[in-house]
């Protein structure tokens, strides 16, 4: 590969205004300087472009928009809805059995927040089992594989930050049984931040100062790292996207995957009900004529309040980030660019200007994938039960945290056990029972009472419903 032109960078920066980049060059080694002009030939100067353009922008008034909730597939359902239900788990269970479903997992964070030096999907999570959040979700990977006999192809975007070790770790744990090839990791995108008048910054002498550019990027990164050909190559029609912060996260789900390709929609969402108004969370609905994620803070406290006939919230069906997407739906969102907004971050960065570091008011850009629902003609949002399916593991301690998933965990698993005849192991201190099941051999109540009845395993002194082999 040749080494970038020097001067041919050079003309295209001061042309796009970003010519300060250069001003420290001469304190540059030959190797700084080498690894910089690599690092400027990588920048999008037209995406640069679009994004200073936003800034002369004022923000967007939110209380002249008009906002509406969405029609949901509710978890209380009338005939109608039950025979659709029905209609749905069919077709779901076939697009698995086909092997038309790939499987789109967002694990681009580290864990630092949790006091863990590595990538977030390697945190243990298993109340029981000790499981980390990746294994948890290759065991529900390697249920679809064995009950259909067919691959379970899995697309893993990481971040440069993470990307290696997250690498390494799937090989220490032999990709937990899957097969190797159909484990394809693929790195988040990293763009650069700018000043508020729109001048790129730098991390240090001869480095750009870059951010991920938003887990909506994951569908340009699927796109430009070759995932996206791979899925097609296979005969994939659809994607089951999730997080890996959700161990309760259910992606082989058939009735979710069935109204999804039922309706013929391009993206669709699984949602919760809110706990109450006041739960800072965003809600799937409409703004204006277009379906996508209303944030908090951009909903009128008026309407967080209000109730329908029923005397539940009308904007509660609070976003989990599980989606639905079809392949052919990714490609025309990414070809030629990223067809999805930019959204402005304005933070305090510590930047390096006139040979120190120093704190500087600067703009990261991000894209949400929640955003190309406005985009897809057609779309289902379905209700599901916070805890049979959301349980993230986003703080230290107290809500959404490691304890409170394990917690989650432990309560769901003793009421499948209880609802099946097991008699339970005896509460812990919190009166939780330390029960745990391994997502190989159910993921949902019904599923579990149908299998054989076997004693509980015990393990690490405690209880542990795991499948054989």
């Known amino acids: 590969m040749n080494a970038p032109d020097e001067k041919r960078l ?20 030959p190797e700084e300087r080498a690894r910089f002009l690599t690092q400027l030939a990588s920048v999008d100067l037209e995406q640069v472009a679009v994004q200073a353009a936003l800034l002369s922008r004022g923000p967007e008034e939110a209380g002249s928009q008009r906002f509406e909730p969405p029609e949901t597939f509710p978890l209380r359902r009338d005939p109608r809805q039950q025979r659709l239900a029905q209609d749905a788990v069919a077709a779901g269970t076939e697009l698995l059995a086909k092997g038309r479903v790939g499987f789109l997992l967002v694990a681009g964070g580290q864990a630092s927040r949790l006091g ?22 290759a065991r529900r990977l390697l249920a679809v594989r064995e009950r259909h006999q067919v691959r379970a192809p899995w697309y893993v975007m990481t971040s440069p930050a993470n990307d290696a070790a997250t690498r390494a770790f799937f090989e220490q744990h032999h990709h937990f049984g899957l097969d190797p090839r159909d484990v394809v990791f693929f790195a988040q995108a990293m763009i650069p931040a700018m000043d508020p008048a729109g001048r790129l910054l730098r991390a240090g002498p001869g480095e750009l100062f870059l951010a991920p550019n938003g887990h909506g990027g994951v569908l340009l990164a699927m ?19 999730f997080q890996v912060d959700n161990p309760l996260a259910r992606p082989a789900d058939p009735l979710f995957l069935g109204l999804h390709a039922l309706q013929g929609a391009g993206m669709s969402s699984k949602v919760v009900a809110k706990r109450d108004a006041a739960e800072k969370v965003g809600v799937i609905g409409r703004a204006g004529d277009k379906l996508g994620c209303i944030e908090y803070s951009d909903l009128p406290a008026a309407l967080r309040e209000e109730r329908d006939d029923s005397g539940e919230l009308r904007f509660r069906a609070g976003n989990i980030a599980v989606h639905a997407i079809e392949i052919g739906f990714v490609e025309r969102l990414t070809r030629g660019g990223l067809l999805l907004p930019w959204h402005l971050a304005r933070k305090k960065m510590l930047v390096w200007e006139r040979g120190e570091l120093v704190q500087r008011e600067g703009i990261k850009f991000e894209a949400f994938v929640f955003d190309a629902l406005a985009a897809s003609e057609r779309s289902v949002t379905l209700e599901v039960a916070r805890s049979e399916e959301f349980s993230p593991v986003k703080n230290a301690s107290g809500e959404d945290s490691p304890a409170s998933a394990r917690r989650d965990l432990c309560r769901l698993h003793a009421e499948w056990a209880r609802g099946a005849g097991f ?16 997502p190989l051999l159910a993921e949902d109540a019904e599923t579990f009472r149908g299998r054989p009845r076997r004693p509980l395993i015990t393990e690490r002194g405690h209880f542990y419903v795991h499948e054989h082999h």
């Open 10 to 29: 050079r003309t295209l920066f001061a042309g796009a205004g970003q010519g300060h980049l250069f001003d420290e060059w001469g304190v540059l080694s």
């Open 116 to 137: 863990y030096d590595g990538p977030k999907g390697a945190f243990q999570i298993g109340p029981v089992s000790q499981r980390s959040l990746f294994e948890i979700q």
């Open 223 to 241: 796109e430009r790292s070759g995932a996206l050909a791979d899925a097609r190559a296979r005969g994939l029609t659809q994607l089951s996207y």
């Open 423 to 438: 008699e339970l192991p005896p509460p812990d201190p919190e009166g939780l029972h330390p029960i745990e099941v391994d």
